[in-house]
């Protein structure tokens, strides 16, 4: 049975939807009210805060703390500056994909990793011989990440004129703010919705009273709680991918198939070859040379198709607000040629977005393909066209 | 030969002169758009008319604007950005209210206070409607039929239509006539029995027309209002983030990206003609400007009797034109608020994200009409009340709202005539707040700045004729191949080489932005349609 997170006491007395789902063994909102587009809409023109403590953390310290990071995962991390913080992904040695997640630089001798599985046995393993200590922080610190473009104007009595300055994916230490006394914490300008946001890291004991000011604070912003449904659109938009749903973890993989390399991901740009040796550079470095054989892309399905099929049967084009995660096939001139993993309607964007997987040489952008679509039970093919992730770009991610 | 500046020049930077100019970009031609005011839009603007408080000027939501538009032209790239408005408020004098939301249980559970077979006939209404919009969907989507011509095309396209019209149960044959026919309430009577339910949805059939709920041929108008589409939802609104300006804006900017220009401040005097044709247009300042075509997104009498000259008209099509109502019959009046307006029936403010209805009953309504119809504004009128700031907080300051309130009646023709309105306009604005205060007891503490405009106002500041919002009451005889006058619906004007695209031509008015997008792909020889195909005759399997 699914454990609640430290801000359970609030996120179930705000869900009046009652629908939760289980997210690393915690519940996790799925949307608080019957449907998730009044969380959505908040996210890209207001502000939300979401309870991200499911995530597994891990507290990497010790004079090679670095060095076990640059070990494990395809990036570098012995070069890593303090106050950083990097999207990375770790692979097994055949240079198949475990999990991705995040790495924050708090100190010379200190790196926080977040994952979607499990890591501690795997760091452990290969901490052999290194000077370093690995801690399990999942279950004592808490996540809350404030995501929108109001989001700073949300955190800045809280914690200060300092937000202003914390630049795109960097950490800083941080003062709560919490009614006459203060709460130590960490911030970090990171997120899974492709809009301007930040993560705030706690104790657990301090969570709920966090999470408490920022819907106070919140309110003249707009400020939202948001559950899971609203992210996974979002998160299609920004064109991240999900473990488990857009590629299977080599881990849990029954078949080769089934597992991804880094550069069938999209992570060319994040894996660093030439250093010391990590776990699957050998694989890694055939695998660049030789060119991957499949490449993970976004896609636009033509809505003229989409509408045309279900026009034949008499119906309005119809569409789920969630996103599908059902996978269905692509084809090119008939032939398959991939599948697609993660499908959603961008209310931003008025446009049916898809993540999936196809032969390397149609990843272009701009590549016609066909996707499977089924109205009444009958299947059909509409058109899609390979597009550059992310589809949804806001200048104000990256903006001071 | 003379020489040509531009392939076409638009008159008029409002929505449709801008869809028109993007499409005639985007195929390639050298276009010119003329805007007479500082800002695009027309009626589609947002102004900072108070520090830090922007205002959706005129029209105030957004629905009907066509979903292939924004496709083709890549609004979103652009700057369109739509929230839809997740409720309709009703709050009535004697302390209750009636709130139906886009959570159908929800708005059962509301209604069932009223009625409870009312709550139950909802979704079937909602259904019937949503059948009523496919089949108006492509009528919208392309140009209006010609029936007085033999050409074959012709023939066939009507023959599509007939079929598209008859090919349907007996049911639906029957709904669709009476939508044809009918008065907004007879309509409804015929689903509902609260009044509380069908007085604020039979406003829908009045708005921008010189008609009461209870006048025959509403039905078809709130059909109209029903048509609006958001994300494939039938019958959802939205606002733009920054106000409906925003939605211009985009507009603008994809014409921009296709080449197109785009001047402000650049008044045209008049179209000029040589051997009766358009051949381009005098700006105020005594600018000639020359294109093989002009385009104009203005309404029919400003652009016929006003730059061309009654003169250069043939008789028929004169006559016509002045037999084209506009009888402008509705006012704005934005309000800039230091805090949450707080209705006395009911507390707090989730029920105030989507739009606020002043309609407690059909008499109210009827009595509003009715005032008018003598040349007054009505002491208690229909107002229809959006809070964009509880779901855009960009257009006023944090913990601050901005509060627009669509108020009909306002009769373009006020005892004293038309240009008497400047001196009825305060008082017409203090009877808005009057029935609002009624419902909001601190409304008049909080307003900070407060803007109204009278159809006087909306003729002489944004060009409307008689202020009429949809350029020509948007009645059935004024509507698809009579649009403007019988015979020249198709965007065609009888100066040859001078088009028509805005909501004076078919289909009509409202952010719609259909005429401006079917005039450029008549005047581009195109297939003069968008969206899916009409069924073919067979109709769905």
């Not at chain 1, 694989?283 to 509408?307: H, M, N, Q, S, T």
């Not at chain 1, 692509?330 to 599948?339: A, D, F, K, P, S």
């Not at chain 2, 309105?421 to 601190?442: K, M, Q, S």
Request: aromatic fraction near 8%; charged fraction near 25%; hydrophobic fraction near 40%.
């Amino acid at each position: 049975m699914p454990r609640p997170t430290p801000l359970h006491p609030r996120t179930h007395e705000l869900c009046t939807s009652l629908l939760f789902k289980e997210w690393a063994g915690c519940h996790a909102v799925r949307r608080f009210d019957t449907y998730h587009d009044r969380e959505y809409y908040a996210l890209r023109h207001q502000a939300t805060v979401m309870d991200a403590t499911p995530l597994y953390k891990y507290e990497v310290r010790g004079p090679q703390a670095a060095e076990l990071l640059a070990r494990v995962t395809v990036r570098d991390f012995t070069r890593q500056a303090i106050g950083r913080v990097s999207y990375v992904c770790w692979c097994d040695e055949h240079g198949k994909v475990l999990d991705d997640g995040t790495v924050t630089r708090l100190a010379q001798d200190h790196l926080r990793l977040t994952s979607a599985d499990p890591a501690l046995r795997w760091l452990e393993i290969n901490a052999r011989g290194l000077d370093v200590e690995v801690e399990d922080t999942s279950r004592s610190i808490a996540a809350l990440a404030v995501q929108g473009p109001r989001s700073r104007d949300v955190l800045r009595p809280l914690v200060g004129e300092e937000i202003d300055e914390l630049a795109f994916f960097r950490a800083m230490p941080a003062r709560f703010a919490l009614g006459g006394r203060e709460v130590e914490g960490l911030v970090t300008r990171t997120g899974y919705t492709g809009d301007l946001g930040y993560e705030l890291w706690v104790g657990n004991d301090e969570a709920l009273a966090i999470y408490d000011a920022l819907l106070e604070q919140g309110r003249p912003h707009g400020l939202l709680p948001m559950g899971l449904d609203a992210l996974d659109v979002s998160r299609v938009e920004a064109g991240f991918v999900l473990a488990g749903v857009d590629y299977t973890s080599a881990r849990g993989a029954l078949i080769e198939r089934q597992k991804s390399t880094p550069f069938e991901l999209g992570f060319d740009w994040m894996v660093q070859l030439e250093r010391a040796p990590f776990i699957g550079q050998e694989a890694l470095r055939a695998e660049k040379a030789a060119g991957p054989r499949r490449r993970l892309v976004g896609l636009e399905i033509d809505w003229e198709d989409f509408e045309a099929i279900h026009e034949e049967f008499g119906l309005a084009p119809h569409l789920a607000a969630e996103t599908c995660r059902e996978g269905v096939p692509l084809y090119e001139h008939g032939r398959q040629v991939g599948y697609a993993t993660s499908r959603a309607w961008s209310p931003t964007l008025k446009a049916y977005l898809a993540l999936g997987h196809v032969e390397a040489s149609l990843a272009a952008p701009g590549t016609r393909l066909e996707i499977e679509v089924t109205c009444e039970y009958e299947r059909r093919r509409a058109g899609a066209t390979v597009r550059k992730t992310p589809f949804f770009d806001p200048e104000r991610k990256r903006a001071r | 030969m003379s020489r040509h500046d531009y392939d076409a020049i638009l008159v008029g930077g409002g929505h449709n002169g801008l869809v028109c100019a993007a499409y005639l970009a985007k195929a390639g031609k050298k276009v010119l758009v003329l805007e007479r005011r500082h800002v695009l839009g027309g009626a589609a603007v947002s102004e900072e008319v108070t520090p830090g408080f922007t205002y959706s000027v005129c029209s105030y939501v957004v629905s009907l604007l066509r979903p292939w538009i924004i496709r083709d032209l890549q609004l979103p790239r652009f700057g369109l950005d739509l929230v839809p408005l997740e409720s309709s408020f009703l709050p009535l004098p004697d302390g209750r209210s009636m709130c139906r939301w886009s959570d159908a249980e929800l708005s059962r559970e509301e209604v069932s206070a009223f009625s409870r077979r009312d709550a139950e006939a909802l979704d079937e209404f909602s259904r019937a409607m949503s059948l009523i919009g496919r089949f108006v969907r492509p009528i919208i989507d392309s140009a209006a039929p010609d029936p007085t011509s033999w050409n074959p095309s012709e023939l066939l396209s009507l023959l599509r239509l007939g079929r598209h019209f008859a090919d349907a149960q007996v049911d639906q044959m029957e709904l669709r006539l009476k939508l044809l026919t009918m008065s907004a309430v007879d309509f409804l009577d015929e689903w509902f029995e609260a009044e509380e339910l069908k007085a604020p949805m039979s406003v829908s059939g009045i708005i921008g027309t010189f008609l009461g709920v209870r006048s025959p041929g509403t039905a078809y108008v709130l059909l109209h209002h029903y048509m609006g589409e958001i994300d494939g939802a039938f019958r959802s609104w939205g606002f733009q983030k920054g106000g409906t300006g925003g939605v211009s804006n985009a507009i603008a900017n994809a014409a921009r990206h296709f080449g197109a220009e785009i001047r402000t401040e650049a008044p045209v005097e008049r179209i000029l003609l040589r051997g009766g044709r358009a051949v381009g247009v005098v700006l105020e300042n005594g600018d000639e400007l020359r294109a093989k075509q002009v385009v104009s997104g203005c309404d029919p009498r400003r652009t016929f009797l006003g730059f061309v000259g009654a003169e250069h008209l043939p008789d028929d099509f004169r006559a016509g034109l002045e037999r084209y109502r506009f009888r402008g019959s509705s006012g704005k009046v934005n309000l800039a608020l230091d805090r949450l307006p707080e209705f006395s029936c009911r507390p707090g403010a989730a029920h105030l994200r989507g739009d606020i209805a002043i309609a407690p009953s059909i008499d109210y309504l009827e009595r509003a009409y009715d005032e008018a119809k003598y040349g007054r504004f009505s002491r208690r009128p229909y107002i229809n009340v959006v809070i964009p700031s509880l779901v855009d907080p960009s257009v006023a300051p944090p913990g601050k709202h901005v509060m627009s309130c669509f108020v009909q009646y306002a009769p373009y023709e006020i005892e004293g005539g038309p240009a008497s309105w400047p001196e009825h306009r305060e008082a017409f604005g203090d009877t808005v707040i009057d029935t609002l205060a009624e419902y909001v007891p601190n409304l008049r503490d909080i307003i900070l700045h407060r803007q109204v405009l009278t159809p006087w106002d909306l003729e002489q500041e944004f060009g409307l004729a008689e202020g009429n919002i949809f350029h020509g009451e948007l009645t059935l005889d004024q509507l698809a191949f009579q649009r403007p006058t019988a015979g020249w619906a198709r965007y065609r004007t009888p100066i040859r080489d001078l088009w028509l695209a805005g909501s004076g031509a078919h289909p009509g008015g409202g952010l719609m932005g259909a005429p401006g997008a079917l005039c450029a792909k008549a005047m581009l020889g195109e297939a003069v349609s968008g969206g899916p195909p009409m069924p073919a005759p067979g109709g769905a399997r």
